[in-house]
């Protein structure tokens, strides 16, 4: 009783809430590392991989002309953006491109893929899209 006594108190310890709160602050930069190396979750890379796409076509249509520099992806016409869990964070991210009959004279790939890993529609039916998919699609 006396021994189960003295163990109880040793993890009540200050030392032994100092090495929990080491551990858990360690273990948050781990997490934080890992969060900047994938810095494609920003909603910044989604937003210039997009705008370097419409800077390829040959003449930006009408639906297009909400994809402004100054404004959040997620505001312009035919992208939904989705909330994603990422560690203690909620980042926005692209996941729809939806812009069929739009008139988009271009390549698909001219637009990296791999700036969009959160990408899982895409609907660009009925514009002139040619040239080969880009490799970077099997990010997606
Ligand atoms: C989207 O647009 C709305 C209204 O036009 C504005 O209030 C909001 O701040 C914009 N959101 C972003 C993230 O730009
Ligand atoms: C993306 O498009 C699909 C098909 O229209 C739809 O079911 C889904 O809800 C859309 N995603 C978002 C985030 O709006
Ligand atoms: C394709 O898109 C054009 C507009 O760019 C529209 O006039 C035409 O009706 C569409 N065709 C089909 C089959 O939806
Ligand atoms: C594509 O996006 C990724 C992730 O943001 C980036 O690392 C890469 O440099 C981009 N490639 C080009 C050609 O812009």
Redesign the pocket.
């Known amino acids: 009783m006396q021994t189960l006594g003295s163990k109880m108190l040793s993890c009540s310890t200050p030392l032994f809430y100092l090495c929990c709160l080491l551990l858990v602050s360690f273990l948050l930069l781990l997490e934080e590392a890992h969060a900047a190396r994938h810095g494609g979750i920003s909603l910044r890379s989604q937003h210039t991989a997009l705008l370097q796409w419409k800077a390829t076509l040959a003449s930006p249509p009408l639906q297009m002309s909400s994809w402004q520099e100054n ?2 992806p ?2 312009w016409t035919g992208i939904m953006c989705a909330a994603v869990r990422h560690g203690r964070r909620m980042p926005w991210v692209v996941t729809n491109i939806s812009l069929p009959d739009a008139g988009i004279h271009g390549q698909l790939g001219e637009l990296n893929f791999s700036a969009l890993p959160f990408l899982t529609y895409i609907d660009l039916q009925n514009n002139t899209l040619h040239g080969a998919l880009p490799p970077s699609i099997n990010s997606l």
Request: glycine fraction near 0%; charged fraction near 0%; charge should be neutral.
């Open positions: 404004t959040s997620c505001n």
